[in-house]
């Protein structure tokens, strides 16, 4: 059973930063790729960045500039470096990992952004 544990949410001041960290509890080569995603209330779920296994990174629109995600290939982590927040990223961010048909959520971080 794969484990995805995300950390590093919090409250912050808008024009903050935050970097949140998904840990995979196996390689996180043997996914397809991983991402974060983020659900604010009354909102679907919704991609905010992912990285394939080759490295590829792909971003929201609303986040493209603010937000990088980069792995640490040893630690079998990955990272959401969130920098200039806004209020409009309050959200509860979760992990997501795929590998082939399987996919895998954390439990979910949440992060408050005040205006």
């Known amino acids: 059973q794969v484990q995805l544990v995300e950390s590093g949410g919090g409250l912050v001041q808008a024009g903050g930063s935050l970097r949140l960290s998904c840990a995979a509890s196996?390689?996180?080569?043997?996914?397809?790729?991983v991402g974060w995603y983020r659900q604010a209330p009354g909102k679907q779920r919704e991609l905010v960045a992912r990285i394939s296994k080759s490295g590829t990174t792909t971003y929201a629109d609303s986040v493209q500039g603010r937000f990088t995600i980069f792995r640490d290939n040893a630690k079998s982590t990955v990272y959401l470096q969130m920098n200039s927040l806004k209020p409009a990223d309050t959200a509860v961010y979760y992990c997501?990992?795929?590998?082939?048909?399987?996919?895998?959520w954390g439990q979910g971080t949440q992060v408050t952004v005040s205006s």
């Open positions: 196996r390689s996180i080569f043997s996914f397809n790729a």
């Open positions: 997501n990992a795929i590998a082939g048909p399987q996919e895998f």
